[in-house]
Every structure is written in C-alpha cells, then in structure tokens.
C-alpha cells in the first residue's frame, strides 16, 4: 500500500507507482496516510486499519482490514444504496467499487461482488475462475484470468470491451474500455462508438480513463497525451511539468484528476483547467509527500 505524509518527514524509498495514495471521486478527494488511516475533503469520519481501499463515485469508501484481511464499507457523503459487504465474504487482497456496487479480490483468486444489480454489476460470472487483475467503475465491473490473461467483464459495459490475451490492465470510461497489453501497448474495442483513437504503436507507462471517453496515456518519457472517441475535451495544465504517475479516480461524473509530478502533487480541474489545491486532514495535496 501506499501511504500520504506530511513533507520533511523522514526520507522516503526510491518513488514507484504509489496511484492509490490520493483518490478522487464525483464528490470527495481522499488520501491514505502513514497511520493506515484515510481521511477526506469534505471532512468525514476517519477511516483506520486501512491496508487497500477504493473510493466509490459518490464519496463511500469500502477497504481491506490490516489486522483481520477482511473488507468492510463506510457512508461518506451521498449514497444511492446499501454498499455493505456480505457478512460470509471472507479474507481479501483487493476491493474495487463502482457507482454503487463493490467487488473483491478474495484470497483464493476468485471474485465476489456486492451492492445495487444494476445491469449485473454485482454478478461476475460462474465460471470466471482465478483472476490476476480486478477493476470496478460506473456499472461495470472487470477481471483479467489467471489461465489463459484475457479480460471477463459484466455489468453494463461488458459488450464493450475487446478480449485479446496477454492483457495487464482494463482501463475504464463511462462509455468505453480498453487494455493495456504486456507489452504496454493499448487496445480498444474498434468501431465509432467505441474507438479511443489510440495508436497501436504507442507505448504507455500508465493510462487512466475519465469522464465520458477520456483517456490520458502517460508515456514512459514522463509526458501525457489525451485521446477520446469523440476528440479530448479533458486539459492538462501547460505547467504540469513531467509526471510520474497518476492516482487514482472515478471516472464517473469525476472532474478532478491528481497526479504526480516533477513539481510534487498536482490536482487539476480537467475541463475548466486549473489547479485545485485541496486540503485534507489540514494538509495541502501539494503538500502530501508520496
């Protein structure tokens, strides 16, 4: 896990791609500190024992147990439905949530999802066995197979994704999906619905989708390119400078994208582009040391 702490504190390890430190949502941005607690902005309960979590579009937080491995949820801020797990779930290593739903990573490699049966988002497959990669967002929830490294979705965005093998990461958007391959190259369901207009040749260290068909692709020099469907209305700030990696998001109703950058934290008001400089638990995201 990774972990926020005020700067000058004590001096930290080579960076990685720590992308769950900060998180934002349609309605809040939290962030994970050294004291396995998440606090937020807005204000809300204080969540502890915290070893992995997710933010859910509207502000709720669900997030694996250090002492016990088990998962449970917090309301925090406006929820459509009861987001708490079953009592019968069992130890975890991974949570993802969506609109209004949730799934788990449990400790045998299978999935158990939870929450609002909208479009079957909280019904993975029978028969989707063991799974390497688990990913939730809107109303649709993901998972790469441990046999054979080919994507299964289910829920409303399950026609929309391509199922080539050899996938490393789903990549999410209101209306869209693609995957990041083994070899860090992205493919997206073709036609002119669905089509990120993404080269194939391109090579990416990170892409994160956003709104409705936004997708940012960080590439390994350190400089970010938007691609969309329907053309990028998303911005980045001329002043963003080299960016290491970005944390993570809702992509739903989400306007708010944080990322790290040669400049530190930066978070950034994706249509209206500007910065927006949020304080949680009394610090600066800016100056949240990851």
Same mark, same amino acid.
């Given at each position: 896990?990774? $972990?926020?702490?005020?700067?000058?504190?004590?001096?930290?390890?080579?960076?990685?791609?720590?992308?769950?430190?900060?998180?934002?949502?349609?309605?809040?941005?939290?962030?994970?500190?050294?004291?396995?607690? *998440?606090?937020?902005?807005?204000?809300?309960?204080? =969540?502890?024992?915290?070893?992995?979590?997710?933010?859910? !579009?509207?502000?709720?937080?669900?997030?694996?147990?250090?002492?016990?491995?088990?998962?449970?949820?917090?309301?925090? #801020? $406006?929820?459509? $439905?009861?987001?708490?797990?079953?009592?019968? &779930? #069992?130890?975890?290593?991974?949570?993802?949530?969506?609109?209004?739903?949730?799934?788990?990573?449990?400790?045998?490699?299978? *999935?158990?999802?939870?929450?609002?049966?909208?479009?079957?988002?909280?019904?993975?497959?029978?028969? /989707?066995?063991?799974?390497?990669?688990?990913?939730?967002?809107?109303?649709?929830?993901?998972?790469?197979?441990?046999?054979?490294?080919?994507?299964?979705?289910?829920?409303?965005?399950?026609?929309?994704?391509?199922?080539?093998?050899? *996938?490393?990461?789903?990549?999410?958007?209101? /209306?869209?999906?693609?995957?990041?391959?083994?070899?860090?190259?992205?493919?997206?369901?073709?036609?002119?619905? $669905? !089509?990120?207009?993404?080269? !194939?040749? &391109?090579?990416?260290?990170?892409?994160?989708?956003?709104?409705?068909?936004?997708?940012?692709?960080?590439?390994?020099?350190?400089?970010?390119?938007?691609?969309?469907?329907?053309?990028?209305?998303?911005?980045?700030?001329?002043?963003?400078?080299?960016?290491?990696?970005?944390?993570?998001?809702?992509?739903?109703?989400?306007?708010?994208?944080?990322?790290?950058?040669?400049? #530190?934290?930066?978070?950034?008001?994706?249509?209206?582009?500007?910065?927006?400089?949020?304080?949680?638990?009394? &610090?600066?995201?800016?100056? /949240?040391? =990851?």
């Amino acid at each position: 896990p990774a $972990y926020a702490s005020a700067k000058g504190s004590q001096p930290q390890p080579p960076p990685v791609m720590m992308t769950d430190s900060i998180q934002t949502s349609h309605s809040s941005t939290c962030a994970l500190f050294k004291d396995h607690t *998440v606090h937020c902005n807005p204000p809300a309960e204080s =969540i502890t024992d915290v070893e992995s979590w997710s933010l859910m !579009a509207w502000g709720s937080i669900c997030f694996i147990q250090r002492s016990t491995k088990q998962v449970a949820c917090k309301k925090n #801020g $406006y929820n459509r $439905y009861n987001i708490f797990p079953p009592a019968n &779930l #069992g130890q975890a290593k991974q949570v993802q949530t969506g609109s209004d739903f949730a799934c788990a990573l449990l400790m045998d490699d299978t *999935v158990k999802c939870w929450g609002r049966p909208s479009h079957g988002s909280n019904n993975p497959p029978a028969n /989707l066995g063991e799974v390497t990669h688990l990913v939730a967002d809107g109303q649709t929830g993901c998972a790469i197979r441990k046999e054979d490294d080919k994507p299964v979705c289910w829920g409303d965005r399950r026609t929309r994704c391509p199922s080539p093998t050899n *996938v490393k990461k789903i990549v999410l958007t209101v /209306l869209h999906c693609c995957m990041v391959m083994k070899d860090d190259t992205v493919r997206c369901k073709d036609g002119p619905h $669905y !089509a990120a207009n993404i080269p !194939a040749d &391109l090579k990416v260290k990170q892409l994160r989708g956003i709104s409705d068909h936004d997708y940012f692709a960080l590439l390994p020099d350190g400089t970010v390119q938007i691609f969309s469907a329907n053309g990028p209305k998303a911005k980045i700030p001329a002043d963003l400078g080299k960016v290491s990696w970005f944390y993570e998001n809702s992509m739903e109703g989400a306007q708010i994208l944080c990322a790290k950058t040669e400049h #530190g934290n930066r978070c950034w008001n994706i249509a209206h582009n500007t910065y927006a400089n949020i304080k949680i638990n009394g &610090l600066a995201v800016n100056e /949240l040391d =990851i």
